[in-house]
């Protein structure tokens, strides 16, 4: 059995946010596992630079709660760590930390500055043999996961073992999706990824959320709640039972039960959560499989196997709504999105359907069609 704490709270608030935290890490008794010389990693999600309100990345009031919560208690070697989508380096990364608000007092002063990586061992009998990962991470004595709650095209949901995917530098994350463009293959390797960083402790922001075409491009959702644990796959769990969903329809979490990852019981302590309602809507690329409320659960495994073998999602570019920026083909894997008089071209040929194309366009430009495999 695994526990996850949850606190509703109902703004961003700055001293609303630091309660909940406070309640949190004193239920999990987290003090009780840090030291004062101990190198502390808070790993945010940043997608990329947008602003707090549009839902995409950790709201800094929650960053900004848990470094003061730390400082408070004599904790002050604190790293806020983070590779965004796009190029891993000081300029580009300056530029996320201000948009998304994190160049404020309370935060600024602790984020990252080191732009380099190593490479680490996984397990053995792992799938992948060893891991790229920027150096915050691989240095930390003590690693907090603070994901954003929200839908994600490829994977269905977002949520904290998706969030450590932000640990590989840079466009090295293309190239990730480039050698596991199968979905199940995908998430096989994100389980990995988590197991050889093991957060010692996720705290999930889910006061607004997204729904629909998440990461980037979905709608904004109040959900009011922050759930927090030491087991990131119970806290997965939890969050998508939040959403209306259950681990049968989330990817990552078949993965990790095959991979006897995930617990066989959930405690939720502190204040009661019940699933919302109406269910969160899935992205586009996820209904377009068939997998939404439409289907009875029951029927959901007979008919993704089916489906994946006849029907495939792709991107599709509204050339009306394009701008030509070229984040479209910067981030794709195969290399196969070319800009051409101001506008992206998207071809069905060698595409792997991993939507890192959709999820990077910061103007929602793409969209999803289906149709038949080979055509």
Sequence with gaps: MSTVNAVKVSSYDEELVYSAVSRHFDALDVASELRPEMRIVLKPNLLYGKKPSAGVTTNPAVLKAVIRWLRERGFENITVAESSG?????????????????????IKEYLNRDFTYGSKKTAEGFTVRSFNIITPILEADYIINLPKLKTHAMTTVSVGVKNLFGVIPGLQKPDMHRRYPRTDDFVHMLCELCETVRPNLTLLDAIDSMEGNGPGGGTVRHTGLTLCSRDVYALDMAAVSFMGLTPEDVPHLRAADAMGLTPDRVDITGDPVSPCSPAFRLPDAVKSTGFDDSVPKLLRGPARFVLDRLLRSYPSVDRSKCVGCGKCAESCPQKIISVENGKAGMPR?????CFCCQEMCPVHAISVKRGLRGL
């Design 86 to 106: 796009g190029i891993f380096t000081a300029e580009y990364m300056r530029g996320v930390y201000s948009a998304s608000g994190f160049n404020v007092p309370g």
């Design 349 to 353: 040929k060698n595409c792997i359907s």
